[in-house]
């Protein structure tokens, strides 16, 4: 599938949507004023409401990660020969091509690593600035950039980046239901450090009817956000402006925990492959961000039992969101997903009552909404398999990706992620 992506004001894309085969995207602009699927206006109303000033090679990234998450969500993967890897190809135009186009073929090796999908990315136009510079602008009182998702990993960053005297600015992605808890997060660990909430408003109606619901790219919008706010933030001597992707190095990496599991079912939001591709794009193009995973070689429980604010995080754990169905269920946890397990494991590990409301929560009974699940099955194949083969069997290539000196330091803390869930296991005598 191919589509044809401009910045409002861009020159115009096709007459007609589906015209030479490509589907017409405009970004920035409000769906009653464009003439194809639309992301982006709200972000514009958002940075001017914060007297923000971001480069116009901010800008041009938010605007590739704009278009690969429109492209992501309308894209099915059930329309694909496999059902699954889907060929998608972009035709963009922004502010500054010639400093993107020689390094294409990093931006696509990150899209399919993320994804696994076929990317292929073309910039044919020049394009203005999407916001207009202020004259004077605010400059922000933060020395970093920390997400913000309301997740229980990135409170536990944000509290540890605080209590050790950092100025993080502090940027969210409105998700429907735990937008309050954004905003009350940031002002709990620190009120007078900056904040900002965006949200890509993605309009994909009349293309494929509902969106593709597996929307890999979303993390990438979410790190395109906090690229741009880092735009904004002047270090001494130039130094590059560390964005803080505050993820546990189980999900980061997370291991397929079955043969089966391998692409489908296997994120990739914060892998530390992804990351160093994202890194080494971003100094190609001179884009002066940092990334930093200062916990991924903790676990969940580790980071936890380690953060230094256990009265604000005892306070606030048990609000935070890890459930990768927490709309479906009525913004409740279901407490049987992977991620609902970690998140278990991880209060046990800590030693603290887990408050959370969760719709599945005896694990161990022997049923198919309980121990028989999907998720709560392939966590116990895992502990059979290492139990029979050995960890390295069941780990495979997992560790392949990270950087050769952290690999031990990796494989310990793949063991202590698995033990977490094993103890968790245990506690509800899941056979």
Known sequence: MKYLVRPAGASAPAKSRRANGAISVDLYARPGDARGLTAGASILQAVRRADLNPSARAWDFLTIALAAIVADAATLRRSSPDGWTRDISLDLALAEPEVWKPHLSLLTSALAFLTTDIWDVEITTKAGVPFKPRKSAAAPEANCVALLSGGLDSLVGGIDL??????????????????????????????????????HSTNTAGVAGPDETSQRVRSLIFIAYAVLIASTITTPDGDPVDLYVNENGFISINPPLTPMRVGSLSTRTAHPRFLTLLQQLMDAVGLNVRLVNPYRLRTKGQMLVDCMDQKLLGELAHVSTSCGR????????????????VRRAAFLRW??????DYVF??????????????????????????KDDGFAYWSGGSLSWVQSDERDAAETML??????????HDHYHVA
């Open 361 to 386: 929560d005896d694990l161990g009974r022997k049923d198919e909404d309980h121990a028989a699940f999907d998720d709560v099955r392939a966590v116990a194949i895992a502990r059979l398999t290492v």
């Open 162 to 199: 605080v209590s050790a005297g950092k100025k993080p600015f502090f940027v969210s992605q409105t998700v429907r239901g735990d937008a309050a808890k954004q905003g009350d997060f940031a002002r709990r660990l620190a009120a007078d450090l900056p904040f900002i909430q965006l949200n």
């Open 415 to 424: 063991q202590d992620g698995l033990a977490e869930l094993g103890k968790l």
């Open 326 to 341: 927490f709309q479906r269920y009525n913004y409740r946890h279901c407490g049987r997903c992977l991620p609902c397990q």
């Open 351 to 356: 030693n603290h009552a887990d408050g959370t």
